[in-house]
Antibody, heavy 119, light 109 residues
Framework: QITLKESGPTLVKPTQTLTLTCTLSGFSLSTTGVGVGWIRQPPGKALEWLALIYWDDDKRYSPSLKSRLTVTKDTSKNQVVLTMTNMDPVDTATYYC???????????WGQGTLVTVSS | QSALTQPASVSGSPGQSITISCTGISSDIGGYNYVSWYQQHPGKAPKLMIYNVSNRPSGVSNRFSGSKSGNTASLTISGLQAEDEADYYCSSFTSSNIVFGGGTRLTVL
């Protein structure tokens, strides 16, 4: 079955770069049509889409965060990596990776990882 | 891009039906049939309930239905049950990006 799991630091300092890894199971990013997205959710707030990477290495980013985000894939490890530069306390959130489903939906989600930005 | 607009809260009694609206613009909801709805219980990851405006993934109850008219999409839950109490989010594809709504808290009275 399809599962995803996020991993990375739970605490980063302001101005640092965050690197999160999403490990995929049950599917491969080398398969035509597959995509993996990143979504975050500050405590008590709404979901915010961050980025999406497709099987053909096409990448899409949130316009408001595009300058700070990079998403890459490692098909040999079946992983997707998200980096976000210049972290700020307002970036404190639970970060999710998710499998792209029909109609640009997200049909399988990781459990999420809480990242706190604080000095 | 701006977030899609949802009511902050809705409520209903068990057995009743409720509808949650999600308003966008012509370049997101109005321009594509790529509207999705997610249910999120506290402390849990979101769960896909509707995709492509009105399609239910396997395993989702047929009490959940979706529709769209112009720039507004809607999620209807019929026969409300206690376990439906959760936060609900809409999302839409928009010219190569994805945008979420601000979320609606459903309270089952």
């Amino acid at each position: 079955q399809i599962t995803l799991k996020e991993s990375g630091p739970t605490l980063v300092k302001p101005t640092q770069t965050l690197t999160l890894t999403c490990t995929l199971s049950g599917f491969s990013l080398s398969t035509t049509g597959v995509g993996v997205g990143w979504i975050r959710q500050p405590p008590g707030k709404a979901l915010e889409w961050l980025a999406l990477i497709y099987w053909d290495d096409d990448k899409r980013y949130s316009p408001s965060l595009k300058s700070r985000l990079t998403v890459t894939k490692d098909t040999s490890k079946n992983q997707v990596v998200l980096t976000m530069t210049n972290m700020d306390p307002v970036d404190t959130a639970t970060y999710y990776c998710a499998h792209r489903g029909m109609g640009e939906s997200f049909d399988y989600w990781g459990q999420g990882t809480l990242v706190t930005v604080s000095s | 891009q701006s977030a899609l607009t949802q009511p902050a809260s809705v409520s209903g009694s068990p057995g009743q039906s409720i509808t949650i609206s999600c308003t966008g613009i012509s370049s997101d909801i109005g321009g594509y049939n790529y509207v999705s709805w997610y249910q999120q219980h506290p402390g849990k990851a979101p769960k896909l309930m509707i995709y492509n405006v009105s399609n239910r993934p396997s395993g989702v109850s047929n009490r959940f239905s979706g529709s769209k008219s112009g720039n507004t999409a809607s999620l209807t839950i019929s026969g409300l049950q206690a376990e439906d109490e959760a936060d609900y989010y809409c999302s839409s594809f928009t010219s190569s990006n994805i945008v979420f709504g601000g979320g609606t808290r459903l309270t089952v009275l």
